[in-house]
């Protein structure tokens, strides 16, 4: 399937070592682990998104087993919902670490694996995280989240179907997000406030292009800055 961006952007707990050794500051620096699986972290906090997944999940990204094995203790996991390609229970069981997410990624987890939103927000200085409830298909729930850290705000999507939550909020650094949400914001004329975009939840054989310098398609195990 080829994908034409051209115009379409017209529209974490605490450890002290990193992914991929990432110093820390006040810097975020960001890996992608497939699909719509992210790693980021300022050399303090670590987070992951949607991450670990079922490798291959719906005909999605497949990743390198070893990948779980480097899964850094006492991070903060995000997920924006509870299809096999966004997250896997029998995977995350075995970091024996806790996670926040929409029913039913919390399904059948004790409390000691499940944060509340707040006690996140209310621990850690310079990082706070907002859930937004948007529509799915074929989905219970869905969250899309902002994340302010270290002055910077960060989008995180999910599977959302259109553009109107993300459009609602401004002065954003990142948007994180599918193709379909920027087409979905160009043919209605709405407007992306951001400085910066990552394409993900694209197949390995899908050709996405764009010629636009904020827009970043990213190829699994990259890693970008965001400043």
């Known amino acids: 399937m080829k994908i034409e961006l051209n115009k379409v952007f017209l529209t974490v707990l605490f ?5 991929i050794s990432f110093p820390q500051s006040k810097n975020i620096d960001i890996a992608f682990l497939g699909n719509c699986g992210f790693f980021m972290t300022d050399g303090n906090i670590n987070m992951y998104i949607d991450f670990p997944y079922k490798s291959g999940a719906h005909d999605y990204m497949t990743y390198d087993v070893k990948l779980l ?3 850094h203790d006492h991070s903060i996991f995000l997920f924006t919902h509870g299809h096999a390609d966004h997250y896997s229970k029998k995977l995350f069981k075995k970091t024996n670490q806790k996670l926040y997410g929409p029913w039913p990624v919390t ?10 939103l707040n006690t996140i927000n209310d621990s850690i200085p310079n990082f706070f995280i907002q859930e937004f409830k948007t529509k799915h298909s074929f989905s219970f729930k869905n969250y899309s989240y902002l994340i302010v850290w270290n002055g910077k705000r960060i989008f995180i999507s999910g599977d959302a179907e259109t553009a109107d939550t993300v459009c609602k909020i401004k002065n954003l650094d990142l ?36 010629q636009d310098e904020k827009i970043i398609i990213p190829i699994q195990n990259q890693r970008i800055e965001l400043k």
């Open 107 to 116: 399904l059948y987890l004790s409390g000691k694996r499940k944060y509340e």
């Open 175 to 210: 948007v994180i997000a599918p193709y379909w949400v920027f087409t979905d914001a160009s043919s209605r004329n709405l407007k992306i406030d951001t400085k910066k975009v990552i394409i993900c939840h694209h197949r390995t054989r899908d050709q996405i292009t764009t």
């Open 69 to 71: 094995d480097s899964i």
């Open 15 to 19: 450890t002290l070592i990193s992914f």
